[in-house]
């Protein structure tokens, strides 16, 4: 059986654990191909190579965008999955880690899962970072995910809601249950999306 360790000292991100799979040997250019089949022409991927503190890595940007709407709700993402050309196993894993941040989210803010709505890029990229992922780690033959103790970050992030904790509500309550800490750096190091990922995809913690 092949098993995956996320070694998450710096936190997590949808982006960096589509950098992370890159790194242990996903092709870009497969990724790049069974991305097309989410019909979302507009958005691609931009994948370089960084140097940070010495270390090298991957670097994972969604760019684009289809000019139309800078918010979708939960029943909108899930239209886009659905309809997307990805297997049937990547889309229902898929649709999971949607429902989840929905659920967190609603509870917050206290509106139904459906009304939701994910920001970024109209939640375009939220869906390239989370099938991607999904899709990534069934290309790899990856069976277990390991998780370790995730650094979360601190201080405070601005965001659609104004001022918030970190990590934050959402964040938090994604990762219920599970080991996070802080190292004491003022940012966001774990966001809902990574957080999602990891306490849908991952088998073990700390």
């Known amino acids: ?4 360790y996320f070694g998450c000292f710096s936190g997590a991100s949808g982006d960096m654990i589509l950098g992370a799979l890159i790194d242990a040997g996903l092709s870009p250019r497969r990724l790049r191909e069974e ?5 979302i022409p507009a958005v691609h991927l ?19 965008g ?7 709700n939960l029943t909108e993402v899930l239209r886009i999955v659905k309809r997307s050309g990805v297997a049937t196993e990547v ?3 898929s649709e999971e880690i949607f429902r989840r941040i929905a659920s967190a989210e609603g ?11 994910f920001h970024e890029l109209g939640g375009l990229d939220s869906v390239v970072d989370i099938v991607g992922a999904v899709w990534g780690i069934r290309e790899m033959g990856i069976e277990k995910i390991h998780v370790s103790r995730v650094n979360g970050g601190g201080g405070f992030v601005k965001c659609e809601h104004g001022l918030l904790p970190v990590p934050s509500p959402a964040t938090l309550s ?7 800490y802080s ?7 774990l966001t809902p999306t990574g957080a999602a990922i990891l306490a849908t995809l991952g088998s073990e913690f700390g």
């Open 1 to 4: 059986m092949r098993a995956a």
């Open 107 to 117: 509870k917050i803010h206290r509106v139904p899962a459906e009304e939701v709505h």
């Open 174 to 180: 994604l990762m219920e249950g599970k080991p996070i």
């Open 183 to 189: 190292s004491g750096v003022e940012r966001e190091l």
């Open 35 to 39: 991305l097309k089949k989410l019909r």
């Open 46 to 64: 931009r994948v370089t190579k960084v140097l940070k503190h010495g270390i090298s890595g991957t670097r994972v940007v969604v760019e684009g």
């Open 91 to 93: 889309k229902e894993k």
């Open 66 to 72: 289809d000019g139309k709407k800078s918010h979708r």
